[in-house]
């Protein structure tokens, strides 16, 4: 499962858990032997379990980030996938992280130029996250582009629907912005 597909944060949540679950095991694990083996914690395995500790907490950071992530709602991901065109780009699951504030897409539709998000994160500033993933398409180089996030289904779908009637579609660029929110996503 990739980034974009419709699951693939609960599925990195419970993968991040699971992984930062085994890493303080085994550093947990490390020193117990040492202990066991010497009678004394101060051991060369004491040494390798603390050392065992940076990747364990490494993982911890990442699993509490994808433990804020919200996740795209059954009911959404059926309206989307319901009004989405055969050659649309769409995107679920996106946590997008900038230098202030994280967002919270649900969901994303990219065709011809235009960039449409809907998130179902009441606290999450549209105007702010519009401005930066512009900013961040610009800097990839793609300057005529329209980006418009909602926090209303009724609204998104509107817009999907506008989309799909656009006649030209340029499939490469499309596949290329998306590539950058992957990219730009947990």
Not at 63 to 80: N, P
Not at 159 to 177: F, G, S
Request: charged fraction near 25%.
């Amino acid at each position: 499962m990739t980034k974009g597909c419709y699951g693939y944060l609960k599925r990195q949540k419970k993968m991040e858990i699971l992984k930062t679950i085994l890493y303080f095991g085994l550093s947990g694990a490390v020193f117990a032997a040492g202990y066991f083996t010497t009678g004394t914690k101060t051991n060369l395995l004491t040494i390798v379990a603390v050392l065992g500790c940076l990747p364990a907490s490494k993982s911890m950071v990442s699993m509490i980030m994808y433990l804020r992530a919200g996740v795209c709602s059954k009911q959404c991901y059926e309206a989307v996938r319901e009004l989405a065109a055969e050659d649309m780009t769409v995107l679920y699951d996106l946590y997008l992280t900038a230098y202030k504030e994280n967002f919270q897409l649900s969901a994303a539709v990219v065709r011809s130029g235009n960039l449409c998000g809907f998130t179902e994160d009441s606290a999450c500033d549209l105007s702010a996250g519009e401005k930066h993933m512009g900013e961040i398409l610009r800097q990839s180089g793609y300057n005529n582009l329209t980006v418009k996030l909602f926090d209303k289904l009724p609204g998104f779908t509107d817009r999907m629907k506008q989309l799909a009637e656009i006649p030209e579609k340029d499939e490469k660029k499309d596949e290329a912005i998306a590539e950058i929110l992957r990219d730009i996503s947990l």
